[in-house]
């Protein structure tokens, strides 16, 4: 089974510039998040989605990130205007609806820095 | 709010040498308690958890959960180097899970 597939892996910008994440989940898999995990500290749920529709975006920043599953498969997360504070791995999971075995599985991450 | 400690922060211990890793946790619903290593980026999952003091076993890694003390642990046995990781501890309530901060190990030659 392919994994989940992010890109870009890496990312440097400007702050106040902005910058897109794209994620393609694993076949079948209706469950998507995206994590916002800073250096030396746990993954942070950004958003859930279950296919189409936001199940949880209650500690997504409103003001500058957004998020969009078109159709329910791929995803993406914009940051615009990008702050300082956001430098961190964006890692998108995905998961089915049946998680009798348990866990998500994650893709490889995208590391941005905010200069 | 739901939140989840794990402890101790770091660890550095030499290779043959056993490891116990704990995770407390306050979370409402509680439903599963879920181990991951992460080793450069992605987190990759070990165990699920859900029913108190029955172990989970794969090769030199074993986890217990104790809903009644909130917490669980994850024993690493004879550690090599490849075990130098961080390990991530996290629980879900009603399909959104909380992680901890993670311990990050490290095993030396």
């Known amino acids: 089974e392919a994994g989940v597939a992010q890109s870009p892996r890496y990312k440097i910008i400007e702050k106040r510039q902005s910058v897109a994440f794209w994620c393609n989940p694993i076949s079948g898999h209706a469950t998507l998040y995206w994590y916002q995990q800073i250096l030396g500290q746990g993954p942070k749920l950004l958003i859930q989605f279950q296919n189409n529709g936001v199940v949880d975006d209650s500690q997504l920043p409103k003001d500058r990130f957004s998020a969009e599953r078109l159709k329910g498969v791929d995803s993406t997360l914009k940051i615009q205007p990008a702050k300082l504070e956001d430098s961190a791995v964006y890692l998108c999971?995905?998961?089915?609806?049946?998680?009798?075995?348990?866990?998500?599985?994650f893709g490889s991450g995208t590391r941005l820095t905010v200069v | 709010e739901d939140k989840v400690v794990q402890s101790p922060l770091s660890l550095v211990v030499h290779e043959g040498d056993t490891v116990t890793l704990n995770c407390s946790y306050e979370v409402t619903n509680f439903r599963s308690l879920l181990w991951y290593k992460q080793e450069k980026k992605a987190p990759t999952f070990l165990f699920m958890l859900?029913?108190?003091?029955i172990e989970k076993k794969s090769g030199r890694l074993s986890s217990i959960l104790d809903k009644k003390e909130l917490s669980s642990i994850l024993n690493i046995t004879a550690t090599q180097t490849g075990d130098s990781a961080i390990y991530l501890c996290?629980?879900?309530?009603?399909?959104?899970?909380?992680f901890g901060d993670g311990t990050t190990l490290t095993v030396k030659p």
């Open positions: 859900t029913s108190s003091g």
């Open positions: 996290a629980v879900t309530n009603a399909g959104k899970s909380t």
């Open positions: 999971a995905s998961s089915s609806l049946n998680r009798a075995r348990g866990g998500y599985t």
